[in-house]
């Protein structure tokens, strides 16, 4: 019980340096490449009162990103 106890921490520590992450790249979203977010594939739709956007050519990139960098973490620590 101890270990989920410790795995739930860590989990929320986690959670707060993505919240913290997602707060500052908000303030400072001019900064972040023109691009991010306009790749092929990303699904925008404007329509009068309505706007749609789904990143999904976005969101495949940086899965592969942060799997990549987690592997190699977890190769250093292993």
């Known amino acids: 019980m101890k270990e ?6 860590w989990g929320g520590g ?5 919240g913290v992450l ?3 790249f908000a303030s400072f979203g ?8 306009r790749l092929p594939g990303d699904i925008r739709i404007r329509r009068p009162n ?6 999904i050519t976005t ?4 899965s592969l990103l942060l799997s990549g960098l987690m592997w190699i973490i977890q190769r250093f620590f292993k």
């Open 4 to 9: 989920l106890g410790k795995l739930m921490m």
């Open 14 to 18: 986690l959670l707060l340096l993505m």
């Open 22 to 24: 997602v707060y500052l």
């Open 30 to 37: 001019d900064k972040l490449p023109h691009w991010l977010g």
């Open 50 to 55: 309505f706007v749609f956007y789904a990143p």
């Open 59 to 62: 969101m495949l990139l940086l």
